[in-house]
């Protein structure tokens, strides 16, 4: 099982990014995914989640600011950001749960800075 994200860099305050993550060897179909991120000295965060029926959840940090989707065809999840603060400076990673299966990507960086 392998889920990879991509898509994070360096972003200026007020910018926006798209992230990706791909899933190989489950029936993604079948799992809810969730974007985690973790800044440094923090704790994991979710921030977004997307169900097996594609019903959406944002943390209240991020609410209207990030969208959260998936494409079922092409075993991706998405997650744009826009309107982008220092603070959102992390590492996002991707996690697909299916109880009791639980599986992380490598995490990609995402920093917000001038």
């Known amino acids: 099982v392998r889920l990879v994200e991509s898509g994070g860099g360096l972003v200026q305050p007020g910018g926006s990014l798209r992230l990706s993550c791909v899933a190989s060897?489950?029936?993604?179909?079948?799992?809810?995914i969730g974007w985690y991120r973790q800044a440094s000295g923090n704790q994991r965060e979710l921030v977004a989640s997307?169900?097996?029926?594609?019903?959406?959840t944002y943390a209240d940090s991020v609410k209207v600011r990030l969208t959260i989707a998936r494409d079922n065809a092409k075993n991706t999840v998405y997650l744009r950001m826009s309107s982008l603060k220092p603070e959102d400076t992390a590492v996002y990673y991707c996690?697909?749960?299916?109880?009791?299966?639980?599986?992380w990507g490598q995490g990609t960086q995402v920093t917000v800075s001038s």
């Open positions: 996690n697909a749960l299916d109880w009791p299966m639980n599986y």
């Open positions: 060897g489950i029936i993604f179909s079948d799992y809810v």
């Open positions: 997307i169900t097996t029926g594609s019903i959406t």
